[in-house]
């Protein structure tokens, strides 16, 4: 008992001697907070031209610093998380500069990518990051693809959106290269690593960068079955973003998208016994994958990531406009209106109607409206709808023709000089995903040829759907016979 | 009493001391390995799988040191374990090998003999590997992040077609496993071999999105021509959308 008071005793003296006064020798500071703007917009700049950037930095304690500053640039691929920290650096950031305000020429490869600005106060070593996002263009990174018969011999120019005209971008880019065969039409397909433009001849397929047009890959290394002769070729993405699919000679072929994985095209799409779908593709939420079978008169579906096609249950319910196993007429062209609505065009031995599918719709069968108030309907293969009116025009010869869809009927809204005849027409609108544009769906481009020169026009719409001022708001000339026109969208 | 506990919390605190580095020492071991998750401690193989008919055929199975490195070669004994139905000189020879002089890895060449009675049978052979005067039996066990070590290695193997140990891995594609379905691919593609990357192969999930429609194409053909194609279980073969 003893010893246990002397043991206790002893400790308590030893902490009481441990105590002694605080010196007291700090002083408590407010913390410098940095308050950091700069661009509220995407910054947008041109492959090689220079990124500027002046951020405001606004302190909370005036007179702090000195700072340090630090610019990264990387891809949100490049980001292990939402943020670069010393334990998640984003893998592949490339520092750009040290200074406070950043003016750098974009060397990096075209496409979207954030500004990290980092500023550290050097005195307490606090540091502050924002981060702006960037989009390096290329030269070509958004326009009218327009394929031409120059001479015989295929030629694809791009009118940039900013209205500068590249005549010849393939020939341009590839100096050593041949487009064998007679010049067809021009895609582009921009997804997510997805950044290629698709040219046909009737010799096959060649691929270019979108970017840049230099070249990529032909037909036959790109499908695992030959494709040529090619004709009437069509390519498109579905709206999931998942495959990628060529048309020609009726025949269906698919690949993944890159972000999906890498294959060639496959053999033809498997499906019903003959089939020859037209060069039109259709697709929604419900119906990934849709497109129209000329020979069976019927439509035909397949999932995403299917290379086989089904037909349609065959339709027993009344009031239902028609039979989607069972059509029973032949398609001559299409185009996606409002609300993932296609309004195709189609015709038996003795109308021509307007049908309209829905493939977000678990019943997919709109409506079908005989066209008996659309002049010279019956000439016509060139159609393009507005996205957001259910107006559809179509071309014949020199003129072009609007039919409300909700009228029924039809009224000329256009007519180009006797002698040019319109070659191509198409809605300037977006895909179902990227960018949106205030201009889309408020013009229409329209290509001709006058028998010496390409055209191509920019007709702008008012709501109604009339060309406003009743003319033309742009031209741009000297393409040779123009073939089709088709626009290459911004990348993502 | 108390004082002796004192002394002794005293004597045990004096005893602590600074642990010394651990080094192994031991007799060096060998064992299989293989990569976890894309591979298995276990393989099927069909002498029906070669183009070109053959009577053997060596099947190479991975082995690494678990231990130092020697300048000298070091003998390896493998042995048919049990559980094995192969039977060692008709069904198959276990060559005597060695580990090479300072190498960690070696591939050992498992000799399979298409004898007559695997026609209508499969025999499993269990390897298993012995002490020998050299390497003792290894650790088994996951190694690192990425291989693991097994003492047993498991080779199933027939005349027959024999159900590819990945084929579960790829039925989304292609459907159940039949030996008519399998001969069927074979027929089409002109191999057997359809491992998929994930388990060790090359067929990526791009490349299965086409194999499926080619499948589909391919049985059209043979429908069109010969009526429905029925596996031995009499059931219709059909391939997946």
Known sequence: ?492 | MKYLSIILVMLILASCKKDPEAVFSGKDGITFYYKSGAEQDSVSYSFKFNKVPKTRDTIWIKMRLVGKLSHQPRKIKVLAGPGSTASLGSHFILPEISLPADSFRVKYPLVLLSNDDLNTKTVRLVLQIADSEDLVVGTKGQADMTTANTVQFKVNFSNRLIKPDYWSYIAYYIGEYSAVRYQFMIDVFGTSDFRPDTKGGVIGYAQWVNIKGKLRNALDAYVSQHGPLLDENGAKVEFPL
């Open chain 1, 1 to 492: 008992m003893r010893i246990k008071q002397i043991i206790l005793g002893t400790c308590i003296c030893s902490l009481m001697f441990a105590c002694k006064k605080e010196d007291n020798k700090y002083n408590y500071n407010k913390v410098n907070e940095l308050n950091i703007t700069g661009p509220k917009d995407e910054v947008l700049v041109v492959q090689r031209d220079t990124i500027r950037i002046n951020p405001v930095i606004i302190e909370s304690e005036a007179g702090s610093g000195p700072y340090t500053y630090k610019w990264e640039i990387y891809r949100s691929a490049d980001l292990n998380s939402w943020e670069i920290t010393p334990i998640n650096p984003a893998t592949t950031s490339t520092v750009l500069s040290t200074e406070k305000n950043l003016k750098v020429p974009a060397l990096v490869a075209p496409g979207t990518y954030l500004l990290q600005y980092t500023v550290t106060d050097a005195k307490t070593t606090l540091r502050k990051s924002v981060r702006f996002p960037l989009t390096v263009n290329g030269k070509y990174y958004e326009g009218w693809l327009v394929m031409a018969d120059k001479g015989g011999k295929a030629e694809l120019s791009f009118v940039r959106q900013d209205g500068t005209v590249f005549p010849d971008v393939i020939g341009t880019s590839n100096p050593g290269l041949t487009l064998t065969g007679k010049p067809l039409a021009a895609f582009s397909g921009i997804q997510s690593k997805l950044e290629d433009v698709n040219v046909f001849t009737d010799q096959g397929m060649y691929r270019f960068s979108a970017n840049d047009f230099t070249f990529t890959g032909k037909s036959p290394d790109l499908f695992e079955s030959p494709i040529s002769p090619v004709s009437n070729p069509a390519y498109a993405v579905n709206s999931v973003n998942f495959d990628q699919y060529v048309v020609s000679n009726g025949n269906v072929y698919g690949t993944l998208a890159p972000n999906q994985g890498i294959a060639k095209y496959s053999e033809r799409f498997n499906g019903p016994s003959g089939y020859s779908v037209f060069p039109y593709f259709m697709s929604g939420n419900q119906f990934w994958t849709l497109f129209y079978d000329n020979n069976g008169k019927r439509f035909l579906h397949a999932t995403y990531t299917s290379r086989s096609f089904s037909t349609f249950p065959a339709n027993t319910e009344t009031g239902i406009a028609f039979d989607m196993s069972n059509v029973g007429k032949t398609m001559i062209g299409g185009d996606r209106g409002p609300n993932t609505e296609y309004f195709l065009v189609m015709k038996d031995e003795s109308s021509y109607y307007l049908c309209s599918v829905l493939p977000n719709n678990k019943k997919p069968a709109g409506v079908m409206d005989k066209m008996d108030a659309a002049a010279e309907i019956d000439k016509a293969v060139l159609f393009a709808a507005s996205g957001v009116n259910k107006q559809l025009y179509y071309a014949v010869a020199n003129k072009i023709y609007l039919y409300d869809v909700l009228a029924k009927s039809a009224r000329l809204v256009y007519t180009f000089p006797v002698g040019t005849q319109v070659k191509d027409l198409k809605m300037f609108k977006g895909q179902e995903w990227g960018k949106s544009n205030p201009l889309y769906n408020t013009r229409l481009v329209v290509a001709t040829y006058n028998g010496t020169e390409g055209e191509l026009y920019y007709l702008d719409l008012l709501p109604i759907g009339d060309i406003a001022n009743g003319t033309y708001s742009k031209k741009f000339g000297g393409f040779g016979n123009i073939l089709q026109i088709n626009y290459r969208n911004p990348n993502l």
